[in-house]
């Protein structure tokens, strides 16, 4: 078993925010065992995170009371190999019939996630890094099983049969494997002399890693994804674990390597840049719906604002003409009382001589009582020679009195 922990697979994830049912990543070997990861992009119990699990590969084909212990942790990378994100390590964890699959539930809040791949054209890298500590299939200690992916290999092709299987070296592979088979033994004939493993299932597994690794290799590099090579170096490590002699496939994906970076960069970079320009466009996109919105609420605002003013103006045209006809009240009530002050001096002036005619009347008057008074006296004085006078002579002197009356009320009429 595993001493260390190594890198056993690379899985990308694409369109994630448009993801909503579980994904599981291919089938990978570790320690002798098949696993595989199970993603739950809005989780396995809340829509708010991410769930990330590991399992055995189809537990079915594995027997009954089979076990696996094994630690292991994720990491979650952007596109450009930046870490986004880094799990606890599980530990001494044991994978059985009644505990399938460990991992973690709230891995990370998906709003989180996605915030940080929105600029990675919303895909991410996940990995696994994993220590397979034992394994046990009926109470028996024994190299780790791949029972799962021949199983698989069965299904895909149905008109095969064990019967159909032929021994190559002690490999029993399929009819359809046997030239590749073949040409690898004769080429490097001492590939498989440190596999110790007597467990057909398990030597015809590892088998079909090693062709799965060369076929990938032999593709052209442009067509290889940085995925695929990540896979392909995690499953040479696993074959020269278990024995096999695979030091020119290291060699030649070294070469893939170089091969598939001076092909791939002039191409990834323009891939990179047109997704960054994709990115931004849909940022720009979204500034102008939001600006659109400010400007209809600014519209708004202005118009109200427009609304405001022009009743402040009628407002204030209605509070002038008040003001104008209050002023105009003003004017004609000052003119009224400048008029009435005139008036008033008149009616003084006027009041004035009808103040010095009425003296002037009373003096007369009191003159008059004065000359009255001496004509009674002098009535009295005289009143004893009265009945010796002739008439005529009494008819002269009341002539005589009655002319001095007259003139004296002559004089008061003018006066008045």
Known sequence: MGTQFRKALTLTVT??????????????PSGGCSWYIKVYPKGSADDNYLSLFLSPDDPKSLGLNWK??????????????????RTPEI???????????????????????????????????IEIYIKVIEVVEGYHMFPASFTNKLLRSSLEYPDKSEKETVDINGFKVLSSQVTSVKQIFEEHPDIAEDFKSKNQVVKTEYMSVLLRVIETMAKPPQSISETELSNVHSELTELTEVGFKVE?????????????????????????????????????????????????????????LEDTLSDLKTELGKEKAKNATAT????????????????????????????????????????LKVELDDQKIVNSATTANVFSWEDDDDDL????????????????KRIN
């Open 15 to 28: 369109n994630f925010s448009q993801k909503s049912s579980p994904i599981n990543s291919p089938p990978f």
């Open 68 to 85: 696996r212990r094994a630690n292991f942790y994720f990491v979650l990378l952007n596109q450009s190999g930046k870490e986004l994100h």
């Open 91 to 125: 530990g001494d964890q044991w994978f059985r019939d009644d505990s399938l699959s460990w991992g973690f539930p709230q891995t990370l809040p998906r709003k989180k996630l996605l915030d940080k791949i929105f600029l990675d054209n919303d895909r991410f890298n």
């Open 248 to 304: 020119w496939l290291k060699a030649k994906l070294e070469e893939v390597c170089v091969a598939f970076k001076k092909a791939n960069a002039d191409g990834c970079r323009i891939q990179q840049l047109e997704e960054h320009v994709k990115n931004l466009e849909q940022i720009v996109s979204n500034l102008k719906v939001e600006l659109d919105k400010e400007k209809a609420k600014s519209t708004a605002k202005v118009l109200s």
């Open 328 to 367: 105009d009240k003003f004017l004609l009530l000052k003119d009224t009382n400048s008029d009435l002050k005139v008036e008033l001096e008149k009616e003084k002036a006027k009041s004035t001589s009808a103040a010095a005619k009425v003296l002037s009347l009373k003096e007369a008057l009191s003159d």
């Open 397 to 412: 002197f009341s002539h005589t009195n009655c002319l001095g009356i007259q003139q004296k009320t002559n004089a008061y």
